[in-house]
């Protein structure tokens, strides 16, 4: 079980490697830059879709890249369930 905070672009090392590592049993939480990765009919959406991990994304970042209202499909957590997040998952892997 695997907290994972992604922070890059889509065609980085750490989203490719973040992928190929997260499990069933682990979430990725998008946040800053990471957040872009979630639109729709993209293929880092598909790819994120495709992953086996419960994805969700920091609302404050979706808000500030101008998002909020175009990404469908995708949870979205406060800061306080970020924190809640890192209290169930022991371990934590930060993707930039």
């Known amino acids: 079980m695997l907290?994972?905070?992604?922070n890059c672009s889509a065609?980085?090392?750490?989203?490719?490697?973040c992928l190929r590592v997260a499990g069933e049993n682990d979430t990725i939480v998008l946040i800053g830059d990471g957040v872009?990765?979630?639109?729709?009919?993209?293929?880092p959406r598909l790819a994120l879709d495709a992953?086996?991990?419960?994805?969700?994304?920091?609302?404050?970042?979706?808000?500030?890249a101008g998002l909020a209202h175009r990404l469908t499909g995708i949870?979205?957590?406060?800061?306080?369930?970020?924190?809640?997040?890192?209290?169930?998952?022991p371990r934590q892997v930060a993707w930039y």
Do not use: K
């Open 3 to 6: 907290l994972h905070t992604l």
């Open 11 to 17: 065609d980085s090392d750490a989203f490719r490697d």
């Open 75 to 89: 949870e979205r957590i406060d800061m306080d369930g970020l924190v809640s997040l890192t209290e169930v998952y």
């Open 36 to 43: 872009y990765l979630a639109l729709p009919n993209t293929s």
């Open 51 to 64: 992953n086996p991990a419960r994805i969700v994304a920091l609302d404050t970042d979706t808000a500030a």
